[in-house]
């Protein structure tokens, strides 16, 4: 009897605190932004589940920082490097134009 009593309780419980959190995600309109882009919402519950676990200043928040410095800076270095080559690509051809005759 005890047991079952313990169970209905917990049962009562769980259920008014899923209303309690259906009632917060209501007021605050977080149900239609998780229909509209739920693996954002996503995203944003790990990086404040990360930030708030103590995970900030850790060796591998560092690691993950400079990984993304570096994969920031791809496409700038990239263009750099395209627009280098082309002038020595350029520079060869009209060397390669003068010298013919």
């Not at 079952?4 to 239609?32: I, K």
């Amino acid at each position: 009897m005890a047991a079952r009593e313990v169970g209905e309780q917990v049962t009562g419980l769980l259920r008014d605190a899923n209303s309690a959190l259906n009632g917060v995600a209501d007021a605050v309109g977080l149900t239609p932004r998780v229909e509209k882009n739920p693996y954002a919402l996503v995203a944003a519950a790990l990086g404040a589940g990360y930030v708030l676990g103590g995970g900030l200043f850790t060796p591998t928040t560092a690691r993950l920082l400079r990984l993304g410095l570096k994969l920031a800076a791809v496409p700038m270095v990239r263009e750099r490097l395209l627009d280098v080559a082309e002038a020595a690509v350029d520079g060869v051809l009209s060397q390669a134009k003068s010298k013919d005759p």
